[in-house]
């Protein structure tokens, strides 16, 4: 079972821009799809973007689409996302999360999560 | 989008009760269901996957069914540690989507 720690949350204005990393550790991240999913104050769980093994292949949630980029670097077992035009709807602790290959994707390993708030 | 519905979205219980919680998609969805406890301040956790397949570690007092539209988690005999919020989720298509959560507090 892979080990993820997520970093670079924060305050942020509406508008303005953050980047989230995640490490993996205890296995090679190359081995993983991986996903961000994100969880807002109080409420429920809200699966927001998709990256396949080799990084080629993405998904987003709508409520992200055109503002987040997920990108990874196998050769440094990280994963990224690129938060843009932030609004304070998207205040949340923000978890990274993989994916095995399996028949039945599932989210097999949670980060701790990192806390963005977005607000003047 | 596959909607996720989820069953009750609280239920008090006593240490030993059996509590059953259920999920139903708007759609078929097979068996691409899986399931995740959250305690508070903590992430989630994989419980059940593929609608019945207990995670490696998790206690054999958990167990899921179902297929199509229709899920369950049962608890057989609810401990002390159990006492938690339960989401269910579906991977059959993009985007992911979850339930919106069932509380399980204690009696």
């Known amino acids: 079972e892979v080990g993820l720690v997520e970093s670079g949350g924060g305050l942020v204005e509406p508008g303005g821009s953050l980047r989230l990393s995640c490490t993996a550790s205890g296995a090679p991240m190359r081995n993983y799809a991986m996903n961000w999913v994100r969880q807002t104050p109080g409420k429920g769980l809200e699966w927001i973007s998709y990256?396949?093994?080799?990084?080629?292949?993405?998904y987003y949630a709508d409520s992200v689409k055109g503002r987040f980029t997920i990108s990874r670097d196998n050769a440094r077992n990280s994963l990224y996302l690129q938060m843009n035009s932030l609004r304070a709807e998207d205040t949340a602790m923000y978890y990274c999360?993989?994916?095995?290959?399996?028949?039945?994707?599932?989210?097999?390993?949670w980060g701790q999560g990192t806390l963005v708030t977005v607000s003047s | 989008d596959i909607q996720l519905t989820q069953a009750p979205s609280s239920l008090s219980a006593s240490v030993g009760d059996r509590v059953t919680i259920t999920c139903r998609a708007s759609q078929n969805i097979n068996k691409y269901l899986n399931w995740y406890q959250q305690k508070p301040g903590k992430a989630p956790k994989l419980l059940i996957h593929?609608?019945?397949n207990l995670q490696t570690g998790v206690p054999s007092r958990f167990s899921g069914s179902g297929s199509g539209t229709d899920f369950t988690l049962t608890l057989s005999g609810v401990q002390p540690e159990d006492f938690a919020s339960y989401y269910c989720?579906?991977?059959?298509?993009?985007?992911?989507?979850f339930g919106q959560g069932t509380k399980l507090e204690i009696k």
């Open positions: 989720q579906q991977s059959l298509s993009f985007p992911r989507t």
């Open positions: 593929s609608a019945s």
């Open positions: 990256i396949n093994n080799s990084g080629k292949g993405t």
């Open positions: 999360v993989s994916s095995a290959l399996a028949m039945v994707p599932k989210f097999d390993s």
